[in-house]
């Protein structure tokens, strides 16, 4: 007689490489038809106590965050409170004037055009383990002098503009953004174990801390001292996480309307309708739809997916920065679904670009590029000088910066330092240069005079 495999031990041999006293691990709950049919906790918490995770332990949920600050905005517009197409600066008038009108919806929808703080802070010499709160984050949101695109023209992450978001929740209602999820989300839903975290000082009971791989089959730990409420920052349980999952369907908080607010998808300014709403992903995985959001800070790893049609939701956290969740999370939904789910379908290779081969430049030609380069924005400088036959980018806080030529602009082997395009005045002098990619557009800098 053969034994069937049960579906929970199915799910167990998902996590089994974690699930050992030695190793940083995740925590699991399933959700289905109203109710959790599984949660467990894999590896550990706390590698220096031995403190295993449970379906109780407290993680650092970083993006996931976003539906609760969307969540907040959607309730103050049914509220009468605020209205999707306000210009922000009618609630926060200290943001700069860029000459184009920036709305909530742009904010909601990730069509802002506001650089990313997460990117900004690391060309100005900042490190992800620095004391990062929600009033230095606004403040750098309030240095920027340009932005990456005309708003509502393109769809660019902004953590930015959810932490103006949270801003926006203060001045309407008065009480921290803390405070006002706390009463709002938390407290009606019985969340006990679930805050924005507004103090990186503050002691938490049962909390996970984060690791990073080490190339010796080891661990490390990735320090969190970050506070930025509305993009990130929200201290959760998958037990506590799995109420949320099951106010979309009942809408015990917020209502119907709210709730169906939340599912709203973006629209650019052409027409083009995205696939982000309310810090909330819509998708499909196997033909079924989704909605969901992922998280990623420090060592957290985590994602929060719902299949809608099936009232089936998963909340994998995790403490280890090698995780990949949504993977996770599929792999769940391969278990639990199989009735249900599409055939997979495997992806075409990708076939190889075609690389613009550059013929390199001789040291005489690259130093006419040496000298010192200032950004007012983040008010930091970069020093750019000829080692040997390559162009290298320094910053007091960060390792040498390798810049290769790439046709008509220079490429920097720093993930926050990706593109370099140099500008020249009308006799042909380089006079600074302009830095693009990932999620900061052509930032300035301006070359200091010889």
Excluded at 316 to 324: A, M, P, R, V
Aim: with cysteine; net charge negative.
């Amino acid at each position: 007689m053969v034994k069937h495999e049960s579906l929970e031990a199915k799910v167990d041999r998902v996590f089994a490489e974690w699930d050992r006293p030695d190793s940083p691990g995740a925590a699991l709950s399933v959700i289905k038809d109203g109710e959790i049919i599984y949660k467990r906790g894999y590896g550990m918490a706390n590698l220096e106590y031995d403190i295993p995770i449970a379906p109780t332990t407290i993680f650092d949920i970083a993006s996931v965050s976003k539906q609760f600050a969307g969540f907040a905005i959607a309730t103050l517009l049914h509220e009468g409170k605020l209205a999707l197409d306000d210009d922000i600066r009618m609630h926060l008038p200290d943001v700069p004037d860029f000459g184009t009108k920036i709305t909530i919806r742009h904010l909601v929808h990730h069509t802002s055009g506001l650089r990313d703080w997460v990117q900004a802070l690391v060309i100005a010499g900042g490190e992800m383990d620095d004391v990062i709160s929600f009033k230095h984050i606004l403040k750098m949101a309030r240095r920027q002098k340009e932005l990456n695109f005309e708003p509502g023209t393109a769809f660019l992450y902004s953590n930015t503009g959810y932490n103006l978001l949270a801003e926006i929740v203060e001045k309407i209602t008065g009480d921290s953004f803390r405070e006002w999820t706390d009463a709002n989300i938390f407290k009606p839903l019985a969340m006990t174990s679930t805050h924005f975290h507004d103090d990186h000082e503050m002691i938490v009971k049962n909390r996970a801390y984060s690791y990073l791989s080490i190339k010796d089959d080891g661990f490390k730990n990735a320090v969190n001292n970050l506070t930025a409420l509305g993009s990130s920052s929200l201290y959760s349980t998958v037990e506590d996480l799995s109420k949320w999952v099951l106010n979309f369907d009942d809408a015990r908080i917020g209502g119907k309307a709210v709730v169906e607010q939340m599912h709203q998808r973006g629209v650019l300014n052409k027409g083009k309708q995205i696939n982000y709403a309310f810090g909330l992903d819509i998708g499909e995985y196997r033909a079924l739809k989704t909605v969901g959001h992922g998280g990623s800070w420090r060592g957290f790893r985590s994602h929060l997916i719902r299949f809608p049609a099936q009232k089936f939701g998963i909340v994998i956290l995790c403490n280890l920065e090698t995780f990949n969740p949504l993977n996770l999370a599929k792999k769940i939904a391969d278990i639990y679904l199989a009735d249900v789910l599409a055939p997979e379908v495997s992806e075409p290779d990708k076939q190889p670009s075609e690389s613009n081969e550059t013929e390199p430049l001789s040291p005489e030609q690259l130093s006419e590029f040496e000298g010192d380069y200032y950004t007012e924005e983040l008010d930091t400088t970069y020093t750019i000088g000829v080692q040997g036959d390559r162009l290298v980018a320094q910053h007091r806080r960060h390792d040498d910066i390798s810049l290769t030529c790439n046709d008509d602009h220079f490429v920097g082997d720093a993930w926050f330092f990706p593109e370099v395009y140099f500008t020249r005045d009308d006799a042909g002098r380089v006079t600074g240069f302009r830095l693009t990619g990932n999620r900061v557009k052509n930032l300035r800098f301006k070359k200091g005079q010889d």
